[in-house]
């Protein structure tokens, strides 16, 4: 299945029988490749869907769905090296554990309505890194500055947003869902985008912006943007996009054999490339 994001079109087809799907940005080359791991003989097609995109975008995202712990061992450890296939191709991977999606719905829900409300959740992240691209505000965030974070820090990548009209309990609370990294907090780098609408005061904004630095203490704020809500009312919706966070499961051991096998490659074509050079 495939949907494309664009300034003037979207097809919206929702077929159980395809796992991936890709969401292109088509004005400013940014591409999404959604996949669900843990399907052995999807595994190659995988790793050459990726590597056409690749070939031809300069901003490739990932985004990767664990399967159920339920669903057994092989399962995971197939999904285990999708994973590090993506996490070699993509600039950057956003993952989701199933489990931790599980526990945003009812455990009496249809399966078939499970799967879009997990989607959704999916599809949310998406279009709110899309929004924040478009979105123009009085400090923007663009294509460049997305690029130019994930590139400092590539790998694993979230982002979240939430919407309130106080801070009357604690941010740690207000921004807590079972889908998010453990580690979210523990980003090493930071973009926040603030909406507000009219009634939201200079002092309102001090106070996010204290406690959200206060809350991510060990990350580098890369920007901060902020944008109006033409709206009357105090409400806010901030969006959180962090990287530098930890890879959810260990790279395995045929993984880690590839990998060397590459360098090795790569470091004996760079001394040939030095040795021609030097004579």
């Known amino acids: 299945m495939e949907r494309l994001f664009g300034p003037f079109k979207m097809d919206t087809d929702f077929s159980d029988k395809e796992h991936s799907i890709r969401v292109e940005l088509e004005r400013n080359e940014l591409c999404f490749y959604r996949f669900i791991g843990g399907n052995a003989s999807e595994t190659q097609e995988l790793r050459q869907q990726l590597q056409s995109l690749r070939e031809r975008k300069p901003l490739l995202i990932g985004i990767f769905r664990f399967p159920f712990r339920f669903e057994g061992k092989r399962r995971q450890m197939t999904a285990r090296e999708q994973y590090y296939i993506m996490r070699d191709y993509c600039d950057s991977v956003v993952f989701f554990e199933s489990d931790g999606l599980m526990e945003t719905i009812d455990p009496s829900t249809p399966i078939h309505?499970?799967?879009?409300?997990?989607?959704?959740?999916?599809?949310?992240?998406?279009?709110?890194?899309?929004?924040?691209?478009?979105?123009?505000?009085?400090?923007?965030?663009?294509?460049?500055?997305?690029?130019?974070?994930?590139f400092r820090k590539r790998g694993p990548l979230f982002l979240h947003s939430i919407e309130g009209s106080s801070f009357d309990e604690p941010l740690k609370h207000l921004i807590s869902t079972p889908y998010l990294p453990e580690d979210f907090t523990e980003a090493e780098q930071l973009i926040i985008n603030i909406g507000y609408t009219r009634n939201v005061d200079m002092e309102a904004f001090r106070q996010i912006n204290l406690r959200l630095n206060d809350l991510f203490d060990k990350a580098e704020i890369f920007k901060i943007g902020s944008y109006f809500i033409d709206e009357p009312g105090h409400r806010f919706k901030i969006t959180l996009l962090v990287n530098g966070i930890e890879d959810p499961i260990a790279m395995p051991r045929e993984v880690q054999k590839e990998a060397a096998i590459k360098y090795k490659g790569f470091m004996k074509r760079w001394q040939k490339l030095i040795e021609k050079d030097v004579r």
């Open 113 to 150: 309505e499970a799967r879009i409300a997990f989607d959704t959740i999916e599809d949310r992240t998406i279009n709110t890194l899309r929004e924040m691209v478009d979105e123009t505000g009085k400090i923007n965030i663009d294509y460049q500055d997305i690029k130019t974070f994930i």
